[in-house]
Structures are given as structure tokens and as C-alpha cells.
């Protein structure tokens, strides 16, 4: 059965810290890692991650992902109140038919003033 | 481009009625998939379609639960009976699939769904 585990499970922290959020996974046949980060509704997109070693960037959020152990971090710099969310990992395998997405719990982000 | 649409938005019933959640994916898009959201156990997969073909029902927790997708541009997720463990947000999303890849995956809004 296909696993992801995030760490931690929640977070809280002032405002401007950098905070690393981890990401491991187990699953057969990978594809891609995504990262997505959900507010009050639905997750939205983030990053995409195919190759070990290099970093994806956006803004004050950085991902980079390693294929040999097993996981991905994504960084936020200078954190803001705005970043508080929930962060959730997803690893897309390949099944017989076709590819599927398998999302980790997430990990709470708090950021206060 | 209208996004995943979600109906209903919210959904409160009573234990044993039926319950059904529509989806209408983003047009041109060939992967469907419904997703189950509570706070212990996160976002779960029950079922995915590819090109409106089921290819993996396997989390789709019992016989209650049904899905369809008649077509491209409809699908369906069905309890019967609905039993008060199933209150969840149930979220419908679609992706275009390519070269063995999921792609970026598109989301509704969510249908929050309780059981009385």
C-alpha cells in the first residue's frame, strides 16, 4: 500500500521564522511529488517535483525533493500570518490503469504576530 | 474556465437516506478523482477515473459507496444508506493525465456532507 508521511503534524511560529516541512513516502512506480496547500476550502498547487536535487521556487516558498531517500521539504522563508494553512504532500504513482494521487495527513502551519 | 464544480455545497441528512454528490470536471481533462477529507484521517482516495474508465475503487471504504461517470463531463458519488461515520468533506477533482503523469490536479470547492 502506498504511504506518505508529513512531518511535523503541526507547526506554530512567529512571524519572519523559516520553517522546513517534511515529506516521505513509500509507494511503487513514482511519478511525482506535489505539494499543495489548503486555507479554509480546497488545496491548491504549489509545486511539482520529478527530479532529485533540484530545487522548485517560488516567492518565499522553495521545495526540492530526493529520490534515493524517499523524501521532499519545502521551505518557507520569512514566514507570514498569510502562510497559515494546512501543507499537504502527494506522491502520483502509476497503477496498472492509470495514475493516482496519494496525499499525506498535511502539516498545521500556524504563523503569529 | 469554470473549475471543478461541486454540488452540493453543503449536505445534511438523516442516517439511512441516500445521498448523492455531483462533479462536473474541468473541460478536456481525462482523470477524475473523488477524495474524502476529516481531521483524523485526512484527505483519502476512494475512487479515480481515466478517460471516464474506474481504474481503482479499492478506497471506497464499503458496498455503500458507489461512483460513476457516465461522461467526460459528469460524475456521480452515491450512499446508500448514508450512517453517521460518513459526515466528511467529499472533494471532487480532475487533472489532464500525460505521458504516465497525473499532472496538476484541479479541486471543487468541496461538498461538506453530515449524517444525523
Known amino acids: 500500500e502506498d504511504k506518505v508521511v508529513q512531518s511535523p503534524l503541526s507547526l506554530v511560529v512567529h512571524e519572519g521564522d523559516t520553517v522546513t516541512l517534511n515529506c516521505s513516502y513509500e509507494?511503487?512506480?513514482?511519478?511525482?511529488l506535489l505539494w499543495y496547500k489548503q486555507e479554509k476550502k480546497a488545496p491548491t498547487f504549489l509545486f511539482m517535483l520529478?527530479?532529485?536535487?533540484i530545487e522548485k521556487k517560488s516567492g518565499r516558498l522553495s521545495s526540492i525533493l530526493d529520490k534515493k531517500e524517499l523524501f521532499s521539504i519545502l521551505n518557507i522563508t520569512a514566514t507570514q500570518t498569510g502562510d497559515s494553512a494546512v501543507y499537504l504532500c502527494?506522491?502520483?504513482?502509476?497503477?496498472?490503469?492509470?495514475?493516482?494521487?496519494?496525499f499525506g495527513t498535511g502539516t498545521q502551519l500556524k504563523v503569529e504576530l | 474556465d469554470a473549475g471543478v464544480i461541486q454540488s452540493p455545497r453543503h449536505e445534511v441528512t438523516e442516517m439511512g437516506q441516500e445521498v448523492t454528490l455531483r462533479c462536473k470536471p474541468i473541460s478536456g481533462h481525462n482523470s477524475l478523482f473523488w477524495y474524502r477529507q476529516t481531521m483524523m484521517r485526512g484527505l483519502e482516495l476512494l475512487i479515480y477515473?481515466?478517460?471516464?474508465?474506474?481504474?481503482?475503487d479499492s478506497g471506497m471504504p464499503e458496498d455503500r459507496f458507489s461512483a460513476k461517470m457516465p461522461n467526460a463531463s459528469f460524475s456521480t458519488l452515491k450512499i446508500q444508506p448514508s450512517e453517521p461515520r460518513d459526515s466528511a468533506v467529499y472533494f471532487c477533482a480532475s487533472s489532464l493525465s500525460y505521458n504516465g503523469n497525473t499532472g496538476e490536479l484541479f479541486f471543487g470547492e468541496g461538498s461538506r456532507l453530515t449524517v444525523l
Open positions: 502527494a506522491v502520483d504513482s502509476f497503477t496498472g490503469g492509470g495514475n493516482k494521487l496519494t
Open positions: 477515473f481515466n478517460n471516464n474508465v474506474p481504474i481503482d
Open positions: 520529478t527530479s532529485s536535487g
Open positions: 509507494v511503487t512506480n513514482f511519478r511525482s
